[in-house]
């Protein structure tokens, strides 16, 4: 199977670009403490 996903894509590059899209949205946003302060932000809280 891992072959096969390798075969598509390079797992580690999506990672990275995976994270760096992550970061762009949450600065688009106002950085973490802004989007967790937000009334509407849904999400699973750590640890559960």
Known sequence: MQGHLESI?????????????????????????AVLAMPSFNHTPVGS
């Open 9 to 33: 894509l390079d797992p580690e590059a999506a990672n990275v670009q995976a994270f760096a899209d992550q970061a762009a949205m949450l600065e688009s946003y106002g950085e973490a403490e």
